[in-house]
T-cell receptor
Framework: DAKTTQPNSMESNEEEPVHLPCNHS???????IHWYRQLPSQGPEYVIH???SNVNNRMASLAIAEDRKSSTLILHRATLRDAAVYYC????????????????FGQGTILTVHP | ETGVTQSPTHLIKTRGQQVTLRCSSQ?????VSWYQQALGQGPQFIFQ???????GRGNFPPRFSGLQFPNYSSELNVNALELDDSALYLC????????????FGPGTRLTVL
C-alpha cells in the first residue's frame, strides 16, 4: 500500500477556502487518489477521487500534481459542517495483488472550522 | 433507498465472550467491507465479502470471521474477545469495481471489559 503523509491538523474560518495537502510519493501508476472524511460520531463518507486530472464535484475539488506524488483537497467555502477528519487514500484501480479495493486509512487531518 | 445500517449501536462484553455484529448493505450493493477503528486512529480493514465469499482479508487473526447472506447483508463475528478488541466497528457497502466509493454505516461501538 502506498504511504501517505498529511498534516495532523488544520484550522479555517467559516466561508474561507481550505486546502488540505497530502503526499503520496510511493503511489503506483494505477492507484486512484480517494478522499474520505469522518464527521464526529459518524462513519467515514466519500468526498472525491481522481487518477490524473483535477476533479470537481458538489462537495470539493481535487488537484493532483503532475507527477502524482501529491494532491490537494480544496473546500471552496468551509462551513461548520465541514469540521471532520479528512483522509487521503491511494487505492488500487486494477485487480491483482491483495488490494481487494480496500481502503487503507492513515491518521488523517483534523480540520477545525471557526465561526 | 436506505443507506447502510448496523446493529447494535453499542455493545458491552467481557473478555473471552463472543460477539456478532450485523450490517445491512445499501440497495444494489453486493460487496461489504468491515473495518475496526480504535479510539483516535483511522479505520483498519478487517475483510471484505463479495457475493457471499470472503474476497480479501487484512491483518486480523482467525477469531475474526464473517458471513454474507444472499441479500448481501453481512455479519462480523469475533470469538474469545480481548480488551484490545474494544473499538468502533464499521461496515461499508459498495458496487463491484475496485475504485467505486464505499458507503459506510454509523458503526457499532464495542466495549470489552
Amino acid at each position: 500500500d502506498a504511504k501517505t503523509t498529511q498534516p495532523n491538523s488544520m484550522e479555517s474560518n467559516e466561508e474561507e477556502p481550505v486546502h488540505l495537502p497530502c503526499n503520496h510519493s510511493t503511489i503506483s501508476g494505477t492507484d486512484y487518489i480517494h478522499w474520505y472524511r469522518q464527521l464526529p460520531s459518524q462513519g467515514p463518507e466519500y468526498v472525491i477521487h481522481g487518477l490524473t486530472s483535477n476533479v470537481n464535484n458538489r462537495m470539493a475539488s481535487l488537484a493532483i500534481a503532475e507527477d502524482r506524488k501529491s494532491s490537494t483537497l480544496i473546500l471552496h467555502r468551509a462551513t461548520l459542517r465541514d469540521a471532520a477528519v479528512y483522509y487521503c487514500i491511494p487505492r488500487a484501480g486494477t485487480a491483482g495483488g491483495t488490494s481487494y479495493g480496500k481502503l487503507t486509512f492513515g491518521q488523517g487531518t483534523i480540520l477545525t472550522v471557526h465561526p | 433507498e436506505t443507506g447502510v445500517t448496523q446493529s447494535p449501536t453499542h455493545l458491552i462484553k467481557t473478555r473471552g465472550q463472543q460477539v456478532t455484529l450485523r450490517c445491512s448493505s445499501q440497495s444494489g450493493h453486493n460487496t461489504v467491507s468491515w473495518y475496526q477503528q480504535a479510539l483516535g486512529q483511522g479505520p483498519q480493514f478487517i475483510f471484505q465479502y463479495y457475493r457471499e465469499e470472503e474476497n480479501g482479508r487484512g491483518n486480523f487473526p482467525p477469531r475474526f470471521s464473517g458471513l454474507q447472506f444472499p441479500n448481501y447483508s453481512s455479519e462480523l463475528n469475533v470469538n474469545a474477545l480481548e480488551l484490545d478488541d474494544s473499538a468502533l466497528y464499521l461496515c461499508a457497502s459498495s458496487l463491484p469495481g475496485l475504485a467505486n466509493e464505499q458507503f459506510f454505516g454509523p458503526g457499532t461501538r464495542l466495549t470489552v471489559l
